[in-house]
């Protein structure tokens, strides 16, 4: 699109990850006329890099596999964990309009979703939580389907991928996890990487899009397909008011200020705080202490959706219990001599591998989900100068699963070893020396562990106790998925740090996803959704894609309220004087 002057539309999105653009299409569908504004100078946000999991209940596709849920089951879930900042008008909104949302999707769109048989909400064994049926993940997409829109698609973390392959976070993991021991998996990644060895010489990539590169995608494609129009490079720094009522917003395009008149709303969905240096170190913790915090989202996601809202009376929730969606995260040393930011989703449960803190002593159940372990790394670093833990794995479990960035068996481990990525010792006490910890701490931490290991037990913390750590554990091993004594040497040693992949404070919303001023009332013509908005989960983890999920939900939830209005205002009888 051409730089002009001004802009008119209906609607103004600001953003175009998950939130923004199911805010977008679904404005559009209702036949609204939508312009997408978007910082970055690719589209897709913290969506694109993500793992493409929906947290949505009592889905079509669920009941299809017999999941079947009591009446207010997820509201019982959702209460228990938001303790006191559960907001029922929120929750229920979101519950109501999640399903209708995924169903308006699936069935007007080209975004489609596939349901795995199981996977456990994080605290499953909570009220209301369900064993599965909630969490869904995005239907891979042939790149070639988007045309001349996949140049400008966010590019997925590199660290993420296998000779450039990026593994879908739903059958393909378990294949490549189990490639060395199952023949039917090792007939999978073969056909899986041939494949896309024949793709990257013919087409110099390859064109199968999983995960959240899928669902920024298959979102750009269906707004693509209506026309939506997306300005890259087009950072929006002011909103527009009449009085009261927002108006439109002015972005900067190519150097010049674009006034954009929005008839009826702006949806904000600029991605939430993970890089507001500023904010962050008021509402993280350990950032205000003064240590370390690491994000693999965009850098364009400064908060700038909350500052602008602020500064027309929008109110900014700090009261969560969490101000983001912890995750370990070590760091990658490239080629190129940037720094990658990996995160470690799953590897912790497997059996073979624990995690010691900078004492040398376990302070968690490592399989628990990564938002709970960052919480451990955390507390148990107060004292200290920096927050970090180390996660050790014996030679057999590193081989078998990998561990961070190494790759399992046959790929090979030297470069992590030199680059200083991967620590090695041939011994338990060597390992000690390697990473800096008591040599009798470590030692004794491991024959503790081992002991009770051998027979699938874990007394200490419960490794392997709730549905959730046997989810991502290894299947293939008992009696307990996640233990198995720490025996084999060399050992190994990666560094964890806190980090995130998504803020949960944001805006305060109402249950149209009107932004609310201190007294509760709405700002007229002002919409937030996905992690600008504060997380209805209050800013507790509760299952794979609850950022997701909610964001396509509330983006859906705050077009039709645009477009009801619309549709309200054009029946209205004319007023006779």
């Given amino acids: 699109m051409s730089v002009k002057n001004q802009l008119?539309?209906?609607?103004?999105?600001?953003?175009?990850?998950?939130?923004?653009?199911?805010?977008?299409?679904?404005?559009?569908?209702?036949?609204?006329?939508?312009?997408?504004?978007?910082?970055?100078?690719?589209?897709?946000?913290?969506?694109?890099?993500?793992?493409?999991?929906?947290?949505?209940?009592?889905?079509?596709?669920?009941?299809?596999?017999?999941?079947?849920e009591r009446p207010d089951q997820a509201?019982?879930?959702?209460?228990?964990?938001?303790?006191?900042?559960?907001?029922?008008?929120?929750?229920?909104?979101?519950?109501?309009?999640?399903?209708?949302?995924?169903?308006?999707?699936?069935?007007?769109?080209?975004?489609?979703?596939?349901?795995?048989?199981?996977?456990?909400?994080?605290?499953?064994?909570?009220?209301?939580?369900?064993?599965?049926?909630r969490s869904f993940v995005t239907r891979p997409m042939d790149a070639r389907e988007m045309g001349p829109l996949l140049k400008d698609l966010g590019p997925v973390l590199p660290e993420l991928t296998v000779f450039g392959l990026t593994i879908g976070s739903g059958k393909d993991i378990i294949h490549f996890m189990r490639a060395s021991r199952s023949l039917e998996s090792a007939w999978y990644v073969t056909k899986r990487l041939t494949k896309h060895f024949l793709e990257v010489l013919r087409y110099g990539r390859g064109m199968t899009l999983t995960n959240g590169n899928a669902l920024a995608a298959r979102l750009a494609k269906s707004a693509a397909n209506l026309s939506v129009p997306v300005l890259l490079s087009s950072p929006v720094t002011q909103l527009l008011r009449d009085g009261e009522r927002v108006t439109g917003a002015v972005l900067?395009?190519?150097?010049?200020?674009?006034?954009?008149?929005?008839?009826?709303?702006?949806?904000?969905?600029?991605?939430?705080?993970?890089?507001?240096?500023?904010?962050?170190?008021?509402?993280?913790?350990?950032?205000?202490?003064?240590?370390?915090?690491?994000?693999?989202?965009?850098?364009?996601?400064?908060?700038?959706?909350?500052?602008?809202?602020?500064?027309?009376?929008?109110?900014?929730?700090?009261?969560?219990?969490?101000?983001?969606?912890?995750?370990?995260?070590?760091?990658?040393?490239?080629?190129?001599?940037?720094?990658?930011?990996?995160?470690?989703?799953?590897?912790?449960?497997?059996?073979?591998?624990?995690?010691?803190?900078?004492?040398?002593?376990?302070?968690?159940?490592?399989?628990?989900?990564?938002?709970?372990?960052?919480?451990?790394?955390?507390?148990?670093?107060?004292?200290?100068?920096?927050?970090?833990?180390?996660?050790?794995?014996?030679?057999?479990?590193?081989?078998?699963?990998?561990?961070?960035?190494?790759?399992?068996?046959?790929?090979?481990?030297?470069?992590?070893?030199?680059?200083?990525?991967?620590?090695?010792?041939?011994?338990?006490?060597?390992l000690a020396q390697k990473i800096g910890v008591s040599t009798s701490a470590l030692e004794e931490t491991i024959n503790r562990y081992n002991e009770n290991a051998q027979f699938g037990r874990d007394p200490e913390f419960g490794r392997g106790s709730k549905a959730y750590n046997r989810y991502q554990g290894d299947a293939l091993h008992s009696p307990n998925p996640c233990v198995e004594p720490l025996r084999t040497g060399p050992f190994y040693a990666i560094k964890l740090v806190p980090g995130d992949i998504g803020s949960f404070m944001g805006l305060k919303t109402n249950e149209n996803g009107q932004v609310i001023r201190t007294d509760g009332n709405p700002i007229e013509g002002l919409y937030a959704a996905g992690n600008?908005?504060?997380?209805?989960?209050?800013?507790?983890?509760?299952?794979?894609?609850?950022?997701?999920?909610?964001?396509?939900?509330?983006?859906?939830?705050?077009?039709?309220?645009?477009?009801?209005?619309?549709?309200?205002?054009?029946?209205?009888?004319?007023?006779v004087a």
């Fill in 252 to 430: 900067e395009q190519q150097g010049q200020r674009v006034k954009v008149n929005a008839r009826m709303g702006v949806v904000l969905a600029s991605g939430g705080i993970p890089h507001d240096e500023v904010r962050k170190k008021k509402v993280y913790p350990h950032v205000r202490s003064g240590h370390q915090h690491w994000s693999p989202t965009p850098h364009s996601n400064t908060g700038d959706g909350a500052r602008m809202a602020e500064a027309v009376g929008g109110v900014f929730d700090d009261t969560l219990q969490h101000a983001a969606a912890w995750t370990p995260m070590s760091l990658v040393p490239r080629k190129d001599g940037s720094t990658g930011i990996m995160p470690h989703f799953i590897d912790r449960a497997k059996p073979g591998v624990i995690a010691v803190n900078q004492d040398g002593k376990r302070c968690t159940n490592e399989a628990n989900s990564y938002h709970d372990v960052v919480q451990a790394i955390v507390e148990s670093s107060v004292s200290k100068e920096d927050s970090f833990c180390w996660l050790v794995a014996d030679h057999r479990a590193i081989r078998r699963y990998g561990l961070g960035f190494v790759k399992p068996f046959p790929m090979p481990m030297g470069e992590h070893l030199r680059n200083g990525y991967l620590k090695k010792g041939g011994t338990v006490a060597e």
């Fill in 8 to 68: 008119d539309c209906d609607v103004l999105v600001v953003g175009s990850g998950v939130a923004g653009m199911s805010a977008a299409v679904t404005s559009a569908i209702r036949g609204l006329k939508v312009v997408v504004a978007e910082k970055a100078s690719f589209y897709g946000g913290t969506t694109s890099r993500s793992g493409g999991w929906l947290w949505i209940p009592n889905t079509q596709m669920a009941k299809a596999l017999g999941h079947v």
């Fill in 75 to 133: 509201l019982t879930y959702i209460k228990d964990q938001a303790g006191d900042n559960f907001d029922e008008k929120r929750v229920r909104a979101f519950i109501e309009n999640g399903p209708k949302c995924v169903e308006f999707f699936t069935s007007k769109t080209v975004v489609q979703f596939d349901m795995p048989l199981t996977f456990p909400d994080y605290h499953a064994e909570a009220p209301g939580a369900a064993q599965g049926g």
């Fill in 532 to 575: 600008d908005a504060a997380s209805i989960m209050g800013g507790e983890y509760t299952g794979a894609g609850i950022t997701l999920g909610p964001g396509l939900t509330f983006g859906y939830i705050a077009a039709n309220h645009i477009a009801d209005q619309v549709k309200a205002t054009q029946s209205a009888p004319a007023h």
